[in-house]
């Protein structure tokens, strides 16, 4: 079974990898930061949990994933921005459906919407909600004295 740190790693593992993003977090939504300091790195990932469900062969997770970038001024950026990040999210999605890590898969069709202006921090980009499952675990695997 995949536990929730560990898919954050193997999420981290993609956006180090991916050429385009600069910086990943994960944490609560509530947590999330201030995006428009001067000093953050662009575009960014930010995993936030929503759900998990136990089965008895399977475990999911419900995350939303954000990928934000910085909109210019005078908006002449904003375009670029929404494809880039939504390229990027797709990228994600086609990384855990199709990769190497037989013991992670995304569920259903994940759904993709767009971020203007997202919480006035003057940043834009898309939010994706996906499911990733993984294999479950059989009582002999509880870690008992």
């Not at 193997?10 to 947590?31: P, R, S």
């Not at 929503?50 to 062969?57: A, D, I, K, N």
């Not at 919407?113 to 834009?124: E, T």
């Amino acid at each position: 079974m995949t536990s929730y740190i560990s898919l954050l790693d193997k999420i981290e593992v993609f956006c180090n990898a991916h050429l385009q993003i600069q910086k990943y977090k994960g944490e609560f939504k509530e947590q999330m930061p201030n995006f428009s300091t001067m000093d953050e790195k662009y575009p960014l990932v930010f995993v936030t949990p929503l759900s998990s469900t136990s089965m008895r062969e399977v475990h999911q997770h419900t995350l939303e994933i954000y990928c934000v970038d910085i909109i210019q001024k005078d908006r002449a950026n904003i375009n670029t921005i929404v494809s880039d990040c939504e390229l990027i999210l797709r990228d994600l999605i086609i990384y855990f459906r199709e990769g190497d890590d037989l013991s992670l898969d995304i569920i259903g069709d994940p759904s993709i919407s767009f971020l203007n202006n997202f919480d006035l921090d003057y940043v834009a980009g898309v939010v994706a909600t996906i499911t990733f499952e993984s294999n479950g675990y059989e009582d002999c695997e509880i870690p008992f004295s």
